[in-house]
């Protein structure tokens, strides 16, 4: 039978029962839609009070670990890692390889090129003063994470200024990804950017040159897509 360790006393139990818990799913101890052994069982494994594994299934269940079934044949079942909530366990993800930079690259390089032609034709006088006054901001700030804020809010701006809703509710989500990602898998003080890109990109723009902005912005996000496998790896190897 898999079993427990005895929890040592930690400053919180629940915590510690969480964490040991998470670990053992992630580690694929138990697959999707298996239960884990009773709270009884968890508590006598690990030496600890009911109370304390009831928290610990509760916290692991509202981040989408567990799903909790009542009845005779209930119990506490692991859930599809595809299904946790994202802004708590994307570190969780790339670890399991179901987020990858490839799957940002895909998405990527579809969409950026489309909307930046876009934004090239419709960008308003106010659109391209929001854009521009955030790059003279860039240029004043040497807050490494203030940056990576800034960088990603350059493209938001951008897929807003294209003119089509859906477009930008997408890009949306994909930066959102990609700023999280990024502040997963790097070290703190290191930027990955190359600052002149985005200049280039809004230089095309406000010489309304679609296709030249759509180039720089492929390349652009080929040169941080390079930089971002690398930091993957090196990210998958420190969690071995």
């Known amino acids: 039978m898999r079993g427990f360790t005895r929890i040592k006393r930690p400053n919180s139990l629940v915590e510690e029962v969480t964490s040991k ?53 209930g119990g506490s079942f692991v859930q599809d890692i595809n299904l946790l909530t994202f802004s708590e366990t994307l570190g969780d993800l790339i670890r399991l390889r179901k987020v990858t930079v490839d799957h940002l690259a895909q998405a990527r390089l579809i969409l950026e090129p489309e909307i930046i032609q876009l934004v090239a034709v419709n960008a308003t006088g106010e659109d391209l003063k929001r854009i521009r006054n955030l790059l003279l901001e860039y ?36 930066m959102d990804f990609t700023e999280y990602f990024v502040r997963t898998i790097k070290p ?42 690398k930091l993957e790896k090196t990210y998958l190897k420190l969690l071995k």
Do not use: W
């Open 139 to 174: 240029d004043r700030t040497e807050d490494i994470d203030k940056r990576v804020t800034m960088n990603a809010h350059f493209h938001r701006l951008l897929s807003g200024a294209c003119g089509n809703p859906i477009y930008s509710i997408v890009m949306d989500s994909i």
């Open 188 to 229: 703190v003080n290191q930027i990955i950017h190359n600052d002149k890109d985005h200049k280039d990109i809004f230089a095309a723009i406000e010489a309304h040159d679609p296709k030249s902005a759509a180039e720089i912005s492929i390349r652009h996000a080929n040169n941080i897509l390079k930089k971002m496998r």
């Open 21 to 73: 818990l998470k670990k053992a799913i992630i580690a694929g101890h138990y697959s999707a839609g298996e239960a884990l052994p009773s709270e009884t069982q968890l508590a006598s494994q690990m030496e600890v009070s009911r109370p304390v594994i009831r928290e610990s299934i509760k916290s692991l269940q509202s981040r989408g670990f567990l799903e909790v079934r009542r009845g005779t044949r």
